[in-house]
C-alpha cells in the first residue's frame, strides 16, 4: 500500500488513483502514493495529476528518479535513468572495487556517476554529456558527491590529464537503433530527446566510439562498461575486442540488462 499523505483525505487518494488508473498508469496505487507525497497543496496535487494523466513520465512529473536507493533529480528534455542501469553499475564495482578515477561518460542526469562514488566513497569522479539540459542536470546529482561535469561530444570534453588514469569509464550511450525509435514508448518517445536514444542504423554508433578510443584513457587494468540489447551484445563485444580491450559480457534477465565489460590489459 503507498503511504497515505497527511494533508489529503482517504477520498482525495482514491480519486488520483481512479484518474491515474483511467489514464492507464498501471501501478496506479503506487504512483498515486508518490505523488500524494510530493504535493503540499489541492493546488499542487491537481497540477502533478494533471501531468500524469497527459503522460509526462512519473519521474518527470515528481522531479526525481530512484538509482541504487538514491534520489536522482531530474528535469525535462533529460533521460530518466532506468532501473536496468543499475546492473552496470553493480558490474563495475564488481571489477574495480577499489577505483579511485570514475567516468561517467554520456551522463544524463549523472545517475551512474554519482551511484558509483557513493558507493566506492572517496574517488575523482568526472561526469560528461553533449546535451547542455543534461550537463545542468548532471551538476545538481554531481555536485552531491564532490565530483566534476564537463559538456562536449564523449572525450573531447574530458580533461586531457584523465588519459591513462580511468580505473571505470561507464558509458550508457544512446543505443537504439534509428528505424526503432519511433517503436519505443511514447513516454521515451516524447519525453526524452532523440540525442539519447539514437544510436544510429544498427544502434552502435557512439558505443564504437567509445570503445575505439577508451585505452588511450583506461588505467591498465582499467575497465569500459556499456549496456546495449541483447541482439547488439556479439557486436559490441567485437567491438571492444577489435579496439584492444579483453571483453565479456553479463547479463542479468530479470531486468533485460546486457553489460558489456571490456578491461585494458
Ligand atoms: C541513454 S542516455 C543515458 C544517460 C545516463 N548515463 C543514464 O544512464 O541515465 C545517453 C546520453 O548520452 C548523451 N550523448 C549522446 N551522444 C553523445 C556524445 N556524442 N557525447 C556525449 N554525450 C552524448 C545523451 O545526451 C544522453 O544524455
Aim: include cysteine; glycine fraction near 10%; charge should be negative.
Amino acid at each position: 500500500m503507498p503511504p497515505f499523505s497527511p494533508p489529503f483525505s482517504p477520498s482525495v487518494r482514491d480519486s488520483v488513483v481512479a484518474a491515474l488508473r483511467a489514464a492507464g498508469c498501471v501501478f496506479a496505487e503506487d504512483e498515486a502514493g508518490l505523488i500524494l507525497a510530493a504535493a503540499r497543496t489541492p493546488q499542487e496535487l491537481s497540477g502533478l495529476v494533471d501531468r500524469r494523466v497527459s503522460g509526462l513520465p512519473l519521474e518527470l512529473v515528481l522531479g526525481w528518479a530512484e538509482f541504487r536507493g538514491l534520489r536522482i533529480t531530474v528535469e525535462p528534455g533529460v533521460f530518466v535513468p532506468r532501473r536496468r542501469t543499475e546492473f552496470l553499475v553493480e558490474q563495475a564495482l564488481a571489477q574495480a572495487p577499489r577505483a579511485s578515477v570514475v567516468v561517467d561518460l554520456c551522463c544524463g542526469s549523472g545517475a551512474v556517476g554519482t551511484a558509483l562514488a557513493t558507493a566506492l566513497g572517496d574517488v575523482e569522479l568526472h561526469a560528461a554529456d553533449i546535451d547542455p539540459a543534461a550537463v545542468r542536470c548532471a551538476r545538481r546529482n554531481v555536485a552531491g558527491v564532490g565530483g566534476h561535469v564537463h559538456a562536449g561530444d564523449l572525450y573531447e570534453a574530458l580533461p586531457a590529464d584523465l588519459r591513462g588514469r580511468i580505473d571505470i569509464l561507464a558509458a550508457n550511450v544512446p543505443y537504439v537503433p534509428t528505424g526503432e525509435v519511433a517503436l519505443l514508448p511514447a513516454e521515451a518517445r516524447d519525453h526524452e530527446p532523440l540525442v539519447a536514444l539514437d544510436g544510429g542504423g544498427d544502434g552502435l554508433d557512439v558505443l564504437r566510439r567509445v570503445a575505439v578510443e577508451a585505452p588511450r584513457w583506461l588505467a591498465p587494468g582499467g575497465c569500459l562498461l556499456v549496456e546495449t540489447s541483447a541482439a547488439q551484445a556479439p557486436a559490441a563485444v567485437e567491438a571492444f575486442t577489435g579496439s584492444g580491450l579483453t571483453a565479456r559480457l553479463a547479463t542479468d534477465d530479470e531486468r533485460y540488462a546486457n553489460v558489456v565489460i571490456g578491461v585494458r590489459p
